[in-house]
């Protein structure tokens, strides 16, 4: 989750320019300033992310204060909205769920303190604004630490919770071909389901390999590759659950595996979303 510890050390800069003097070009020189107290926040990153915003166009530094803590509030509340949906699986053993949340109150909490941050710099009360961007800065440090000490596989970033829903996506898929050979064996479905389960079984054995590409695409930055694939995994299921019902009365018996699978591959696209904006290039 460094994006969000990011994000928070170039608005701290961004108070520290108040106490100098101001050049003509704000952008440029506050993101200079950021990406020379954070290794990890590229000059380019910066320019990219507040010139995208059209409203920084010719934005006082105030402004430009207010654009940057909105985007650090929708991360925190992307991030939190993300973790409650892997929470909402129940797929996770004791240790990963404490961890997660664990997170999520922290980056709830820090949600509330950046919503009353950008209040304080409205009114300009800066050193207040200041005091409460610091203290938000310590749950990306905080939850990272605590998945560490619960020695939690992946989740110390956004990345990691992507990883985390396609791992799942591909146990779930690889779970469920293995229920579909013991529903073939058993010799209780009629011709026609017997074809559903057989078209459900191609459609996931494809959907193994293709999470895998997903996964390894993702793994080397080709996020829009991965969303391609990740997008055809969830066609897969659909079709899947589909199949049945158009004989009347016909019930899937893979609805549940269909509906996890969706939701995986679903949670990993959001991330992947949000790691696709200019905010996160």
């Known amino acids: 989750m460094m994006y969000f510890s990011t994000l928070i050390t170039f608005l701290i800069t961004f108070f520290l320019l108040f106490l100098v003097s101001l ?16 290794p990890n926040l590229s000059y380019e990153f910066c ?13 006082t530094l105030q402004e430009l204060v207010i654009i940057s803590l909105g985007l650090t509030i929708s991360n925190a509340k992307n991030i939190s909205s993300h973790i409650e949906q892997l929470l909402s699986l129940k797929s996770f053993d004791k ?17 509330s303190t950046l919503l009353e941050a950008m209040e304080n710099v409205k009114l300009k009360d800066y050193e207040g604004a200041d005091v409460e961007i610091s203290s938000a800065m310590d749950a990306s ?15 110390t970033n956004i990345q990691g919770l992507a990883l985390i829903a396609m791992e799942l996506a591909l146990e779930n898929a690889t779970n469920t071909i293995s229920s579909i050979e013991k529903l073939l064996t058993s010799r209780t479905f009629d011709p026609f389901a017997r074809a559903c389960l057989e078209d459900c079984f191609k459609l996931y054995s494809h ?10 695409a993702f793994l080397t930055g080709q996020y829009s590759t991965a969303n391609v694939w990740l997008s055809a995994v969830m066609e897969g299921a659909t079709t899947c659950e589909e199949g049945f019902p158009e004989k009347e009365g016909e019930l899937s018996p893979l609805t549940q595996e269909n509906y996890y699978l969706f939701q995986l591959c679903d949670i990993a696209l959001c991330i992947i979303h949000l790691l696709s904006l200019p905010l996160h290039s």
């Open 95 to 111: 240790h990963t769920k404490i961890g997660l949340q664990d997170c999520l109150e922290l980056y709830s909490d820090a949600h």
């Open 207 to 216: 959907g193994v390999v293709t999470l895998i590409d997903a996964t390894g």
């Open 23 to 38: 050049s003509s070009n704000l952008i440029q020189d506050s993101c200079e300033n950021a990406a020379k107290n954070d």
């Open 141 to 155: 440090t905080t939850c990272e630490d605590g998945l560490k000490e619960k020695k939690v596989s992946h989740a």
């Open 47 to 59: 320019v990219a992310s507040l010139e995208a915003n059209p409203r920084s166009q010719n934005a």
